[in-house]
Nanobody, 121 residues
Framework: VQLQASGGGLVQAGGSLRLSCVCY???????????VAWYRQTPGKQRELVAS???????NIADSVKGRFTISRDNAKKTVYLQMNGLKPEDTAVYYC?????????????WGQGTQVTVSS
């Protein structure tokens, strides 16, 4: 299972972006059973879980982005989306997608290339 994030870019504060996370080397049944999360990291800070969606569609959103970010999935496309509205400069980070992980040692997971989101003030 390989999850790859894309869709980042440069946007002004208050703007929107939609990130996509595609599951490569996945058969549909594998993806259907996968709990997926979006994470972000800025230099010098620990990676942060931003949002997650279970195989059944239950979502969790971090308090720091609640009301602005939503997560959804399209199982037929083996894709999870992160819709980001009302972006703030503090949302600037590299965004990654991966299996949902509730531990604290992120080095235990394999990480693909993230996608850079830069929000200008």
């Amino acid at each position: 299972v390989q999850l790859q994030a894309s869709g980042g870019g440069l946007v002004q504060a208050g703007g929107s972006l939609r990130l996509s996370c595609v599951c490569y080397r996945c058969i549909l049944s594998t993806f259907w059973g996968l709990d997926v999360a979006w994470y972000r990291q800025t230099p010098g800070k620990q990676r942060e879980l931003v949002a997650s969606i279970s195989s059944g569609g239950r979502t969790n959103i971090a308090d720091s982005v609640k009301g602005r970010f939503t997560i959804s999935r399209d199982n037929a496309k083996k894709t999870v989306y992160l819709q980001m509205n009302g972006l703030k400069p503090e949302d600037t980070a590299v965004y990654y997608c991966n299996r949902e992980y509730l531990g604290t040692d992120y080095s235990l997971l394999n990480w693909g290339q993230g996608t850079q989101v830069t929000v200008s003030s």
